[in-house]
């Protein structure tokens, strides 16, 4: 298990540093000067060069990735080109609205997509089975920003029960908060929480028709206590590893959900740094969110042995 931790977190390092070197290159060798777009098209070139000066754009490549890279480690990201201020501080207020938001979503994904799961599976080939697959179909199907448009309409314009948009502040207390949060979660759940379910249902109805679950249902064991016992908890690991490649959809939907729902958090911040060509808070968020999913994908990782025995007793089995 040791032998097994250290492998992964390795492998967590030198993807971390790969992801980081990929991001600066190809932002680096995209069209377009930050310190031009800042100034605007009818810039003296005099005044452009002292504001890449200024910005450190005209140091060499080499240069400015290591510096980069180094501030990173400690904590320092850099100062934005559009705000002129630290990149550490815009990412510090808007995690506190990206991070519930992907929170609610994961929790809210995982309570539909489980039991429903579990439920089509027991139900095989019958209405419910049908039905279960039925929605894990137009939930893959309708795009979430549409989705979202759609609980705009019903449920903020129509019935009026919560905002359209915007984020209240958390001085506003938790109620105001959740209202907010609660149509773009939901958003970002759907197709997150049919995929879930399909992918529960399938594993739990491979597991059922192992033979150990046969036997013990040939032992007297009742069908219920079955699928509990036996079933659901040998069929986690397929789910498990799902709801961890989940993780990087629902980063990436913030983008759009956030930018739909005006919410000022991290996605919305990326739209509008790639827009104001914003290349270090481009680069520094990017590197963020592949750290984050690299992280994720570790503690998968470390469920699987918690999930099987078996990988507690042998780390080389992965």
């Not at 250290?6 to 971390?16: M, N, S, V």
């Amino acid at each position: 298990m040791a032998l097994f931790l250290f492998r992964r977190l390795i492998t967590l390092a030198l993807t971390l540093l790969v992801a980081a070197t990929v991001v600066f290159v190809v932002l680096e060798i995209l069209p377009g000067d930050p310190a031009a777009v800042m100034l605007g098209l009818n810039a003296e070139p005099d005044t452009v060069a002292a504001l890449r000066s200024q910005l450190g754009l005209d140091q060499p490549l080499a240069d400015r990735f290591f510096g980069w890279l180094g501030g990173m480690l400690v904590g320092d990201f850099g100062r934005s080109y559009t705000y002129s201020v630290p990149v550490s501080e815009l990412i510090g207020d808007r995690i506190a609205i990206t991070v519930p938001l992907a929170l609610l979503a994961i929790l809210l994904s995982t309570a539909i997509a489980l039991p429903l799961g579990v439920y089509a599976a027991r139900n095989h080939n019958k209405l419910g089975d049908f039905g279960v697959m039925g929605f894990s179909q137009v939930g893959v199907a309708v795009p979430n920003f549409w989705f979202a448009l759609l609980l705009i309409i019903l449920f903020a314009v129509n019935l009026g029960w919560t905002p359209a948009g915007g984020f209240p502040g958390w001085d506003a207390g938790v109620g105001p908060v959740v209202a907010a949060l609660a149509l773009p979660a939901i958003a970002l759940a759907l197709p997150q929480a049919a995929i879930l379910s399909r992918v529960t249902r399938s594993s739990v109805l491979e597991v059922l028709r192992e033979d150990y679950v046969r036997t013990a249902r040939a032992k007297g064991l009742n069908r219920s206590a079955a699928l509990w016992r036996h079933a659901v908890p040998n069929a986690l690991i397929p789910v498990v590893t799902i709801l961890g490649l989940q993780v990087s959809s629902l980063l990436a939907g913030t983008i759009i959900i956030e930018n739909v729902f005006a919410l000022p958090g991290v996605g919305r911040l990326i739209f509008q740094a790639i827009a104001q060509r914003d290349l270090i808070t481009v680069k520094s968020l990017v590197v963020i969110i592949a750290a984050v999913v690299v992280f994720v994908n570790f503690l998968v990782d470390m469920s699987y042995a918690a999930l099987d025995p078996r990988l507690r007793r042998g780390g080389d089995m992965m």
